[in-house]
């Protein structure tokens, strides 16, 4: 089992700057490794999970910062649950977690044989064995295009449709060019936790509970979810581009630089090798 490390944390700190006294959320709290970082550092930080499994985790860090922290056991897309008090930074670690993947029972991973469940949030009614089961062929195979680029989704699809996996290893052995099995079980992950449509919902939120100056900060690791930030990203640093803000005669936002891992942090966690780093300010 591979260590938690977080990735491009020192980029977040350095594009951060300073947070002493400033409220910040962790959209992705995880380990905590983020939301750790930001109170050392100073901050105030409201931290959103949706995995009950980190619970315990987050108590231990009410229990050590007190009011400074506060978690809210729920998908990242209920931001907009927060009140209209304006935060300076927000900040996201999307993708899967470490311990997600490394935990067998919640079959995540390939490499371990377990129920083919694949959700983040054990309350959500639909397993990954549940989907296959459940939906159209065409429509897994779009998910499997989609959120996988497998070539061969069709007949992947129909594969899964006439024999039902129920365990990891049923899924795996079932894809018969091992370059197509990560793709696979990335591309039903996505789909059984939503989290495109998660993601979406959340940035379109940002605008409301960003102060002047404020941050928001995107850690991406793959194309998909890449593209949706930085597109999202792109129509904010526009003058015309997002119709939220149809009167805006200048852009509302500036785009910072975008961050990839160095060498060192590539040596030491390769969990990060895709891993990029993108933000915009708020003007």
Known sequence: MMKHIPVLLDSIMNVLGDVRGRTVVDCTFGA???????LDAGAKVTAFDRD??????ANEIK???GDKFRFINAPFSDIDRLDSTEFDDI?????ISSMQIDNAERGFSFRFDA???????????????????????NELANILYEYGDVKKSKLIANILKQ???????QLRDLIKNPHDIAPVFQALRIAVNDEMGQLKSALDSVHKLLCSGGRCLCVTFHSIEDRIVKNAFRQWTS???????????????KMLKV???????LENNLRARSAHLRGVQKL
Do not use: H
Request: hydrophobic share 30%.
């Open 259 to 265: 961050y990839t891992p160095s060498e060192q942090e």
């Open 115 to 137: 129920p083919l469940d694949m959700r983040m949030d054990s309350r959500l009614e639909c397993s990954a064995a549940d989907l296959i089961k459940n939906i159209p062929v």
């Open 63 to 65: 229990y050590e910062y």
């Open 32 to 38: 905590g490794g983020y939301t750790r970082a930001l």
């Open 91 to 95: 900040v996201f670690d999307l993708g």
């Open 163 to 169: 024999t039902l996996p129920t365990t990891t290893f």
């Open 52 to 57: 009950t499994n980190v619970v315990d985790d």
């Open 239 to 253: 003058v015309s581009g997002d119709p939220r803000m149809p009167n805006v005669s200048e852009p509302e936002y």
